[in-house]
């Protein structure tokens, strides 16, 4: 069963810290490249991170470069995204995605 939950959204202050986490089934999460995207109220989803298999291989968008840092446990089926330095334009949803598939999301947002 394909199964992507994400956890560790919430409130915080600009300036703060906040990790994400996704968890996937095994069948859905071994192999793959992993990433996160975000959906600010408004706008459509964007692109912020991707990791490869190998946890080497990374990819951040212009806009989160040097602030946001994506990582993977294959043995947790894990990903997360560490995201410091945190701005009020970071207030989106924030999704996990595999391959085809998408998690429901999960709420950062970030106050003034």
């Known amino acids: 069963q394909v199964q992507l939950v994400e956890s560790g959204g919430g409130l915080v202050q600009a300036g703060g810290s906040l990790r994400l986490s996704c968890t996937a089934s095994r069948r859905t999460f071994s192999g793959n490249r992993m990433h996160w995207f975000r959906r600010a109220p408004g706008k459509e989803r964007e692109f912020v991170a991707s990791i490869g298999w190998d946890g080497i291989s990374t990819n951040y968008a212009d806009s989160v470069k040097g602030r946001f840092t994506i990582s993977r446990d294959n043995a947790k089926n894990t990903v997360y995204l560490q995201m410091s330095s945190l701005k009020p334009e970071d207030t989106a949803v924030y999704y996990c995605?595999?391959?085809?598939?998408w998690g429901q999301g999960t709420q950062v947002t970030v106050s003034s």
């Open positions: 995605k595999a391959a085809a598939y």
